[in-house]
C-alpha cells in the first residue's frame, strides 16, 4: 500500500502542477487551440482564407505593441510603422543571408524584425519620449517622414521603389517543413503572434509596466514616487519598437518583400485606427481592431472601388459613438448580458436595425454611384449595387437613395428611446444585482 | 504637549532638513525671501502663514517641482536644490500635494503599489511579474491598512470620495517609506471629523519619520506639530515649540490675530 502511495505521489503532484497550470493559462491555452484549428474551419481553408488569417496575425501584433505606447502609456504616435517597415527590412536582409547559405531555419527570421525594432526603438525613443502629449507626437510624425524618405535616399539598403525580395522557402529544412504553403506559414505567424501577445501582457504586469499606466495617468505624481518618467516612456517605446519589428518580420515571411509602403504614414495611420476601433483601454481591444480592418481591406477593395471611404466613416462613427471601440461596446454589455432586460435590449436593437439598414442602403448607393461618376465615367453609368442595377445617369436612384438615407435617418433617430429605456432599465437590474451580492 | 528638547537633538544629529538662505524669484517678483531653516530628525514641524505667502512654493522648491533662483538645501547631509523631482524623492523625500494628485484610472492598491515599488529596489524591472512581488504586496496590503482603504482596495482611485482621497494621497506619500515626509494641507476641505481622521493618521505614519508640513487649520497645527515656523511674505519671521508661537507678538500681528487664543 505504501508503496504504491509512493509511486503514485510524483505523478499526483505533477498532474496537480500541470491542472493548476492550465487553469492559471486557459485563456492562452484557449487561444492556442482556436489557432490551431482555424486555419481548417470551412470558409478559412483556402489559400485566400489563410492568407487573410495570416495577415490578421500580423496586424494584430503590430497593433499590440502600438497598444503598449497608446494604452498603456497614453502616447499617441504618428509613426510607428517605422519600426514595422524597419523590422521588416532588417528580416528580409536575414532572410537573403539564410538564402545565400546561413545555416538558420526560416521561422527565426523574425528575431532579426524584433531586434531592428528594439535598436530603433531604444535609438528614436531616446529623442522622442523627451516629451509627451502634442510634441511627441509631433517628433514621431516627423521621424516617420524622415525614415519614409531615407528608403529612396538609400536605395542599396531599402531597394527603393521595388523594395527588398528574398525567398522563405531557400532555407535549411526544418522537420520536412518548407514554407512553400500558406498554411505553414500561418503557422510560423500564429506561433510567434501568441507568444508576442504573451510577452506584452506579461510586459504590462511587471514593475515598469505598471509605470507605465502610472505615468499615463499622472506624469507628475509618477516622478515624485521615485521613477524617471522620461527613462518609463522610453521602456515603453522600445518594447512596442521591438514587438512592432516582429510584426515587420512576420510581414517579410508572409510577402517575401519589404518595401517604402511598410514603413509608410499610411500604415501609421492604419494602426492606430485598428487600435482606436478596436478599443485601447482592454488588452484584446488592438486585436479585435486589427481583425476586423484586415478583413475590411481585403475583402471590402474586392468590392468597391471607394471601400477607404467605407473606412473611414466606420472609423468616425466608432470613435464618436463608442469612443471606449469595440472591446469596451462588449464590455459594457458584459455587465447585463445576465439580466432579464438584456432581452429587451436586443430587441430594441433589433428595431433600431431596420432603419439602420435602409439608411445604410441610401447611403451605399449614393456613395457608389458618385464615386463611379466622378472617378470612373469610363465604366459608364449604368452598374449594379448589391442585387440592383441602377442607372446612374437617370434622377431616379438619386431621388430613392436620398429618400432611403433621410428616412431611415429619420426613423433611426425616432428608435433611440426605445433603446434608451431598454438599457437603462438592463443597467438598473445590473446594478441592483451588484448590490445584494455586496450586501451578502 | 510632547515637545522634544531642541538644543540637544540639534546637537546630536545633524538635520533631517536644512535650509540656508533660499530664493526664488517668478520673473522679477521675489516669491521666497531667504528662507532659511533647520528641521530636525524625527520633528513634526509645521509652516504657517497668510494666503500668498509662500508656503506652496517653498514647498514646491524643497520636492524639486521649482529650482531655486539661489541658496542650498540639504536633505541627511545631501545637497538636493534643484535636482529632479524622481532624484530627491530616491533620496528620501517624499511629498504630498494640495490638490489632489493620484493616479485616477489606476485602482487604490495599484495607487500604492506603484508607490513603493522604488524604494524596494525594483526600479524598471521588466522580468519580474508585479503580482509575484511579495514584499510589494505586504507593504501595499499594511499601508492600505493604516490609511483605512482596504475595502477600497479595487476601486479605481477616480471614484473615491473626496476624504478618501485624500487619505489615499497621504498613503502614496508615505509608501516609499522615506525619512522625511512633506505634507501640503492634509486637512483642507475636510469637516471636522475627517480633520480629526486625517490628524490621527498623519500622527501614526509620521511616526520614526521627519514632519514638514503646511496646515491651515490651527487647530491641528498646534495639536501636532512640534515645531511652528511662520512664513510671511517670504520670510520666516519665527520659529518656535507652538507655545512661545502663540505668544510672539509679531507672529500675532502678522499673522495668527485672535486665532493664537483657539
Known sequence: MSGSREVAAPATVFAGVAMNWANRHKQWLAASLVLLALPHVPGLNSDFGRSLLSQMGIAAVFALSFNVLLGQTGLLSFGHAVYFGLGGYAAIHFMRVINHGLPLPIPLVPLAGAAAGLLFGILFGSVTTRRAGTIFALITLGIGELVYAATFMLPGYFGGEEGITASRTRGPALFGLDFGSQLQVYYVIAVWALIAAMLMRAFIRTPVGRMCNAVRDNPERAAFVGYNTQRVRLFAFSVAGLFAGLAGGLHAINYEIVAADSVSALRSGTVLLMTYIGGVGHFVGPVIGALILTWLQVSLSGYTSAWLLYLGLFFLVTILFAPSGLAGLIMMHGSIVHTKAFWRVLRAYAIALVPAVFMGIGAVILIEMSYRVSTQPELGTRMRIFWITVDAASPWPWITAIALLAGGFFVFRKTWPIVAVAWNRATDEAGAVNMTAQRR | ?262
Open chain 2, 1 to 262: 504637549m510632547n515637545v522634544k528638547p531642541e538644543a540637544s537633538a540639534s546637537e546630536r544629529t545633524p538635520p533631517a532638513l536644512e535650509l540656508r538662505d533660499i530664493r526664488k524669484s517668478f520673473g522679477a517678483t521675489p516669491v521666497i525671501r531667504g528662507v532659511s531653516l533647520d528641521v530636525h530628525e524625527g520633528e513634526r514641524h509645521a509652516i504657517i502663514g497668510p494666503n500668498g505667502g509662500g508656503k506652496s512654493t517653498l514647498f514646491n522648491l524643497i520636492s524639486g517641482r521649482f529650482a531655486p533662483t539661489s541658496g542650498s538645501i540639504v536633505l541627511c547631509g545631501e545637497k538636493i536644490a534643484a535636482l529632479a523631482p524622481h532624484e530627491i524623492n530616491r533620496r528620501g523625500l517624499a511629498r504630498s500635494f494640495q490638490i489632489t494628485n493620484i493616479f485616477p484610472r489606476l485602482s487604490v492598491y495599484e495607487n500604492i503599489r506603484c508607490s513603493v515599488l522604488w524604494s524596494l529596489g525594483y526600479k524598471y524591472c521588466f522580468w519580474r511579474g508585479v503580482d509575484k512581488l511579495r514584499d510589494a504586496r505586504e507593504r501595499t496590503d499594511r499601508i492600505l491598512e493604516q490609511i483605512r482603504l482596504t475595502t477600497r482596495r479595487d476601486a479605481p482611485a477616480g471614484v473615491l470620495t473626496y476624504a478618501e482621497q485624500r487619505a489615499l494621497e497621504i498613503g502614496i506619500t508615505i509608501a516609499g517609506d522615506a525619512r522625511v515626509i512633506l505634507l501640503d494641507e492634509p486637512t483642507a476641505g475636510m469637516s471636522r471629523a475627517e480633520a480629526d481622521n486625517a490628524v490621527a493618521l498623519i500622527r501614526v505614519v509620521s511616526q520614526g519619520r521627519t514632519l514638514l508640513m503646511v496646515e491651515h487649520d490651527m487647530g491641528v497645527v498646534f495639536n501636532l506639530a512640534d515645531r511652528i515656523s511662520v512664513l510671511v511674505y517670504g520670510e520666516i519671521i519665527a520659529t518656535d515649540i507652538p507655545s512661545r508661537i502663540r505668544r510672539n507678538e509679531a507672529v500675532q500681528s502678522a499673522y495668527l490675530g485672535s486665532a493664537a487664543d483657539a
